[in-house]
Nanobody, 117 residues
Framework: VQLQASGGGLVQAGGSLRLSCAAS???????MGWFRQAPGKEREFVAG????????DYADSVKGRFSISRDNAKNTVYLQMNSLKPEDTAVYFC????????????WGQGTQVTVSS
């Protein structure tokens, strides 16, 4: 499966952005996740959604502010980010894992999110 992330940009603290990740291939058979990597830091998990769409998971740092969803008809996964903070600044990546697998085998190219204070 190939992944293409988009929707990043520059936003003020407290603002919102919605990231999209368009996928090719058997999208509906893959669990999807969003990760981020800030300068000088390791890549970290942000949010995930099961391949059936019935289960989601979030990093503690984004719970209550971010929401992941998927539209299998459009082969797209979204990350709605609200109440953004400067510490959310990072390159955001989408990734795909086969069904119940915890291993993300496919990665998108990343989209930059910058939150100014």
């Amino acid at each position: 499966v190939q992944l293409q992330a988009s929707g990043g940009g520059l936003v003020q603290a407290g603002g919102s952005l919605r990231l999209s990740c368009a996928a090719s291939g058997r999208f509906s058979s893959y669990a999807m996740g969003w990760f981020r990597q800030a300068p000088g830091k390791e890549r970290e998990f942000v949010a995930g959604i099961s391949w059936r769409g019935g289960s989601t998971d979030y990093a503690d740092s984004v719970k209550g502010r971010f929401s992941i969803s998927r539209d299998n008809a459009k082969n797209t996964v979204y990350l709605q980010m609200n109440s953004l903070k400067p510490e959310d600044t990072a390159v955001y990546f989408c990734a795909a894992a086969w069904r119940e697998s915890s291993v993300y085998d496919y990665w998108g190219q990343g989209t930059q999110v910058t939150v100014s204070s």
